[in-house]
């Protein structure tokens, strides 16, 4: 069965730093979704990516975010300067017809 | 936006108990109504979806309403079982629009 897939499982940065956290969506999907769940609480919706752009973004998903689809298969997730607060597991999730969500395994950013 | 609220935070049921978990949404367009079950340390997996021209779906031990008057929607899962334990997350939404979740309960069957 087909999954998404996302690199690295673990990311330690200092604050300040850029990351960048890669995802793979299922081949044939065509809408691609950032999340992220900070330890023990809800998964927080970040921004939807449908036909190379931006199709809705939270509060969360401010200035320091961008997302980019560079070539066919992979969709990133860049933060500019990173925050303490940006500490949590981000989820990337793909959608053939912007329902069904399938979710990535997640990487863990820790941010000292 | 769309504002989920779920209820409630944890549960705790027997072995072979009924759990039923519940949530509200604020937003009368949101259409399609999914179900996750999160396991400790795994990402959210679906286990079952309504959408808003049907009101009951079922599928085995698991069941979901949607009251669309109401706003609210359920999930039932009956002659639960220990690996039923999980953190259940509803969400809402509009098609092709953002997905937003409630806050989760923490199930917990005891054999």
């Known amino acids: 069965e087909p999954e998404v897939t996302q690199t690295p499982s673990h990311q330690v940065t200092q604050m300040g730093q850029e990351v960048i956290l890669r995802c793979v969506p299922i081949s044939n999907h065509l809408y691609f979704y950032w999340y992220r769940q900070i330890l023990g609480q809800k998964v927080e919706f970040l921004v939807s990516f449908y036909n190379n752009e931006i199709s809705e973004k939270s509060e969360i998903f401010d200035d320091q975010f961008s997302v980019e689809r560079p070539d066919g298969s992979n969709f990133t997730l860049k933060i500019r300067s990173t925050k303490l607060e940006d500490s949590a597991m981000y989820f990337c999730?793909?959608?053939?017809?912007?329902?069904?969500?399938?979710f990535g395994s997640g990487t863990q950013l820790s941010v000292l | 936006g769309e504002n989920v609220e779920q209820h409630p935070s944890t549960l705790s049921v027997q072995e072979g108990d009924s759990a039923v978990i519940k949530c509200t949404y604020s937003d009368s367009a949101s259409n399609y109504f999914p179900w996750y079950k999160q396991e400790l340390g795994k990402r959210p997996q679906l286990i079952i979806d309504?959408?808003?021209?049907?009101g009951e779906k079922k599928d085995q031990r698991i069941a979901v309403t949607l009251n669309k008057t109401a706003k609210h929607f359920s999930l039932h899962i009956t002659e639960t079982q220990p690996e039923d334990s999980a953190v259940y997350f509803c969400?809402?939404?509009?098609?092709?629009?953002?997905?937003?979740f409630g806050a989760g309960t923490r199930l917990t069957v005891k054999p």
């Open positions: 999730a793909s959608s053939r017809g912007g329902e069904k969500l399938f």
């Open positions: 969400a809402a939404s509009m098609h092709n629009n953002d997905m937003r």
């Open positions: 309504i959408r808003s021209n049907v």
